[in-house]
């Protein structure tokens, strides 16, 4: 089938493609503008078999479909990144997992509190002094930027600038063969800005992950410079370019289901719950990296060659009515919700805990300070990304007076 996912409409309200998938064409055999031919899957339960089965990898490289070799111009950070834990399977996953996994349990992150809401509360003081505000670069951006940034020990006049070459890298599958060319000069930007990293905490050590990792490699054979970059790029790309996205899709679904935010206006308590329903109805990671299954495999009435590459939509199966009921709707008080946005089986999100924390304290303190907040814009004039891994705005201008 000939689908567009780069198309504004698409990019607008891809809702009624994924119903209209789901009931007649489950498993899709798509043609991707860059990428080529990938099955999309888009039924909950379908979605469920692929993120747990084994037999779906996340290493490309080991099937025969992907062993063809790069283009000699692709740049070096994007072959360094085929050795990030979320692109290989365990038990090499397991180790790269477990180097860091500490850094990001509930306990670990308790002392984190204080720095999202000094953040938060910064930034709503900034806001405050304007009349209307883009709530993306001003708000949503900042707070997980600034907290993945401390985490990991990253310059403070650097941030904006790797934000920029990440969001390049995360429409790389969007847009012309010339606009390819000016990705691939940031990437080589990005992979010397990740050495310039590794060689600073070499030289001077601080109480932070990217010196962590510098010394895991030093201790011996745990970490190779390689996947040292790799785990660099994933955690600051992972840890804002999501939560960015639940902070402002979650204030846009809020804005736009006015019950459902004089609710939470009313009823705090329901924060938890509600962060979780808004992970599910926004889906701030619309798609997660590719599966390549390793042997011929049946789903959805479809038989899938081997070494095939599956693409599983998340956002599909969040709002699959045969998992949630009303799944179109905004229901903050939604029980059960087992929702997919952190994805599931072993690459399940690690940092779901922080994004979570972050999530909670940045809406609930943006609806108290302003709650009347409203859309600067018509609701069809605010612009998606061009991404299909991440679903989130390009801007969203809000008038907060
Ligand atoms: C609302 C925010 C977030 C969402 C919706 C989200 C979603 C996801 C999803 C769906 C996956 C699975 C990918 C796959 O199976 O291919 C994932 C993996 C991952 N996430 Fe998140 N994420 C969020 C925030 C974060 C944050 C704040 C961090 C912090 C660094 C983080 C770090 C990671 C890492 C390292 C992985 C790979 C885990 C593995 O391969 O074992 N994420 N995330």
Redesign the pocket.
Known sequence: MLLDTTSPQFRHDPYPTYAALRETEPVSLINEPVMGQAWLVTRYDDVVTV?KDPRFS?EGRKTAAVQRKAPWWTPKVLTTFQN???LVDDPD?RRL?DL?HKA?TPKMLQGLNKVIENVTDERLEKMARKKSVDLIADFALPI?LT??SD?MGVPVKDRLKFHHWMGTFLEIRSGTKLQMMGKMLNMMQMYRFFKSLINLRRRQPQDDLITALVNAEQDGDRLNEDEMIAMIF???L???E??V??IGNGTLALLENPDQLHKLQNQPELIDSAVEEL?RFT???EQ??PRYNLEEIELGGQKLPRGSRVLVS?ASANRDEAAFPNADKLDITRTPNKH?????????????P???M??KIGLQRLITRFPNMQLGVKPDAVQWRTSMAVRGLKALPIVVE
């Open positions: 993120l996340n990030s834990m979320l996953h997992r860091v990001f997980p907290v993945i985490m994933l955690l600051l992972a840890g804002h999501t939560t996205n639940l992970l889906n701030p990671v997660p990296a998340l997919l946005a952190f994805g599931l089986g072993i690459h399940y999100c690690l940092g779901a922080l994004a979570r972050e999530g």
